[in-house]
């Protein structure tokens, strides 16, 4: 019998793709760690500096990268015939990571404020408040983000209480937490050493317009401080 021979295309376009879409995968996957594992290791201010530094010139360097996988697929792009598909595919890869890696970003900065009590204000803070629609149109998805900067790193425990503000039949009216989540919540328990995210589901009554929301936290340790934070409803509504 005798032999065959086998003749394969090779497209460089796809091949650069490929590699572009890795360099930049392995860099967001590796800046994600990073910023986990200086979460989990407690570093202090010196070696936190230090060690953004570091990240900052690996940005430079994978923006480096980058630039020239760019270069060569425009090259590739040139000597071959486009495969559409492919190319709507990477294209959609590429914005989600550049999407992942602005969201790092975010979370390194947030991060580095915790870590920093000398750049941020220290203590318990009510860090920040959104409220996002979950399809009907009382109802929405409440995201609490509390935040403790402190050199000690003690654990904050207590509660934390919710009051939704408005008027209803031409009156004030305030709804608890247990009153907008069908009782199902009354409370929330605080337990965190850094930063802590509370969320839940609230449905507001019918005919009742808010106009904003009071948070209540309520720490249990010993020189803690009850601290209440106001916020407007327009401010909050993703």
């Given amino acids: 019998m005798g032999s065959q021979l086998v003749i394969k295309a090779v497209t460089p376009w796809k091949y650069w793709s490929r590699m ?31 060690e953004m530094q570091r990240l900052q010139q690996h940005i430079y360097d994978l923006g480096r990268s980058n630039s020239d996988l760019r270069e060569k697929i425009a090259v590739a792009k040139q000597g071959g015939e486009i495969d559409k598909q492919a190319y709507s595919q990477v294209k959609t890869s590429l914005v989600d990571l550049q999407t992942e890696l602005l969201e790092l970003k975010q979370q390194v900065a947030f991060y580095q404020g915790i870590l920093s009590p000398k750049e941020a204000a220290s203590g318990l803070k009510v860090t920040s408040l959104k409220l996002n629609s979950i399809g009907s149109a009382d109802g929405y998805r409440f995201k609490l983000v509390l935040t403790h900067v402190n050199k000690h790193s003690r654990m904050v425990t207590g509660r934390a209480r919710i009051f939704v503000e408005g008027i209803m039949e031409g009156a004030n009216k305030t709804l608890s937490l247990a009153d907008v989540s069908g009782g199902k919540l009354s409370e929330l328990k605080l337990k965190f050493k850094y930063f802590q ?8 009554p019918k005919g009742f317009v808010p106009s904003g929301v009071l948070v209540d936290l309520m720490p249990s340790n010993k020189g803690m401080t009850r601290i209440k934070k106001n916020f407007t409803w327009t401010d909050i509504i993703g």
Avoid: H, R
Wanted: glycine share 20%; net charge negative; no cysteine.
């Fill in 20 to 50: 572009f879409l890795a360099v930049f995968s392995i860099g967001v996957f590796g800046w994600l760690m990073f910023g986990f594992g200086g979460i989990k290791a407690g570093y202090d201010n010196e070696t936190m500096g230090e």
């Fill in 197 to 204: 995210n509370l969320e839940g589901d609230i449905v507001l």
